[in-house]
């Protein structure tokens, strides 16, 4: 008889909040009475699931800026998510938990090395955390494109999963995975969500006060009844439970260990699914499209339909693209001679950043010979910029309409430091050329303008820099 399944997926993750000059999170206005909203989440949403048993019934990603703040101050908290994705992967050979890019950037709008970078970071974190391979990553607000699938598929990812409206098809069957050719003959599969119960989950609270209810009138009449296997998704972000609605996280214990017991439905998740399956039907994917925006990726980038009024998001893009190139620019010209493969030691950085490998270590490693302590110094600098220059792109700068919020003035802060770190590497004075690109952005941070803004940031931050 065909078995139908259900999974819960949840979307766990915080972007960077930590100042770049101290490494810790300054108090946040909202978030009493903790001081950040990282512990307040935590409190609410990540232990309390934790505790309860649900990280190991569902399918979810962590973000890596999330597990790295949890390795210091909720310690308790990721063993136990940890420890839940190893009891699956022992007892069916995969585990439920999937990677993600590591700074969260909209992947479509990035070059494909930042592609690349983002994308390796993330499983090496993934590795750092869980022990193993991931099987599967879940790309942020699932924008896609197909050079994003190709760089996945390279790194050994075997799928993903995306909402049915970045489907190219009309016939498109929710409770079946497709596989998607990519250039060189590789392929990636991808597992499409429930668009109607997900969203109930996320939008309609009344949905999820009872779960024998939400069986009976969101779930059941989503199988097909074609004769085949199938599997429902649904997909929500995970803070939703406990954190965005009070007492989820119980109803999510009890609808996948107790309510659904009752019904003949099983629980499962991707990884676990394409182990027991072949996947055979293929499908083309929509380019440059999301879970959040019907308009493919503008959200991040420019005005759209949901953020109406966001004159300043084109111009903080196109103002951090071009620093990225002036960064990008003095990296490489200073790597090609410093250091042996400046691609691999920019991926390999990451180990130190995770504290798998000191830096004295890494430079043995990647650097040229004959070093001196001054090149050493000028070097770490430059890593670190890069490593800024990518935090800057973090995808929350851009989702919200304001431009005087916590998220765009956090990435000015990353931008800011990735410019002191690359002068003080250099002897460059970078700067002046980029602050009239500042000051086209339209908004205002804290009553003051962007290139205003900005340019204090670089003082202070210098500043720090040279009194080290």
């Known amino acids: 008889m065909p078995s139908r399944s259900f999974c819960v997926h949840g979307h766990f993750y915080q972007p960077s909040r930590e100042d770049p000059l101290t490494g810790r999170i300054p108090n946040e206005i909202g978030s009493e009475p903790y001081s950040n909203w990282n512990e307040r989440v935590n409190d609410r949403c990540y232990r309390p699931n934790a505790e309860i048993g649900n990280f190991g019934k569902i ?63 993330g499983i090496a974190d993934f590795i750092h955390t869980f022990g193993h391979t991931p099987k599967g990553m ?23 999963i995306l909402a049915p409206w970045q489907a190219q098809t009309r016939g498109l069957n929710w409770n079946h995975p497709y596989n998607v050719r990519l250039p060189g003959g590789k392929k990636i599969t991808i ?47 995970g803070e939703l439970y406990g954190h965005h609605q009070p007492f989820r996280d119980k109803f999510l214990a009890y609808l996948l260990d107790g309510a659904l017991s009752e019904t003949g439905i099983q629980t499962t998740y991707p990884a676990r699914w394409l182990q027991e399956h072949a996947v055979e039907q293929e499908i083309e994917i929509r380019e ?14 420019d005005v759209c339909g949901c953020t109406p009024s966001a004159l300043w998001k084109k111009g903080l893009h196109n103002a951090l693209d071009l620093l990225a190139n002036r960064v990008d620019g003095a990296y490489i010209d200073r790597a090609r001679t410093w250091l042996k493969d400046p691609d691999e030691a920019l991926e390999d950085f990451i180990h130190v950043v995770l504290g798998e490998m000191d830096y004295p270590k890494w430079q043995s490693t990647h650097a040229t010979t004959g070093f001196d302590d001054l090149n050493s110094l000028a070097l770490r600098r430059l890593m670190q910029a890069q490593f800024e220059r990518q935090r800057m792109f973090t995808s929350c700068g851009w989702f919200f309409e304001e431009f005087d919020r916590i998220e765009p003035a956090n990435n000015l802060k990353y931008a800011a430091q990735a410019v002191v770190l690359t002068e003080a590497a250099t002897g460059q ?35 720090k820099i040279q009194s080290l």
């Open 59 to 121: 399918s979810f990603n962590i973000g890596p800026t999330l597990t790295r703040w949890m390795d210091v101050y909720a310690t308790d908290t990721i063993k136990k998510i940890v420890d839940a994705d190893r009891i699956n992967l022992i007892r069916h050979g995969v585990g439920n938990a999937m990677a993600q890019p590591y700074h969260h950037t909209i992947l479509p709008l990035a070059n494909r090395r930042d592609k690349e970078i983002q994308v390796k970071w």
């Open 138 to 160: 879940w790309l942020p607000e699932t924008a896609v494109d197909l050079e994003t699938l190709t760089v996945l598929a390279e790194n050994g990812i075997a799928f993903t």
């Open 191 to 237: 597992f499409f969500y429930n668009d109607a119960i997900s969203s109930s989950i996320s939008f309609s609270p009344n949905a999820t006060t009872n779960a024998d209810q939400f069986i009976d009138i969101y779930l059941k009449d989503r199988f097909n009844g074609d004769g085949s296997d199938e599997l429902v998704i649904a997909a929500s972000d």
């Open 288 to 301: 440059k499209t999301s879970w959040s925006c019907f308009h493919g990726v503008t959200r991040w980038s």
């Open 429 to 463: 004075c970078i700067t002046e050329e980029l602050l009239p690109s500042f000051h086209a952005i339209s908004g205002s941070i804290q009553q003051t303008s962007a290139m205003g803004y900005f340019s204090t940031l670089v003082d202070q931050f210098r500043s």
